[in-house]
């Protein structure tokens, strides 16, 4: 956990957490909220099946509104 809190300030240093924030709300992660399993979601994260969650994240991802996400993101990184 602490990688995370580590990722957390170095983003709010950068000022990026309100831009990831609004990001977060976007309508197109709340399509691809819509379109998850969370049954699926569940059962491979609790039985540690990276496998399931890479699977589960390259079909969020080979839509459209995945691919958008991506982009935002790696875009609001370079800045």
């Known amino acids: 956990m602490q990688n995370f809190e580590e990722l957390g300030r170095e983003l709010e240093r950068r000022g990026k957490t ?24 569940e059962r491979a994260a609790k039985s540690g099946d990276s496998q399931a969650l890479r699977s589960l994240l390259g079909s969020l991802l080979s839509t459209q509104e995945g691919q958008r996400l991506a982009q935002s993101v790696q875009q609001l990184m370079k800045d």
């Open 18 to 41: 309100d831009k990831l924030k609004a990001l977060a709300d976007s309508q197109d992660v709340q399509k691809l909220g819509q379109m998850l399993d969370p049954a699926a979601v």
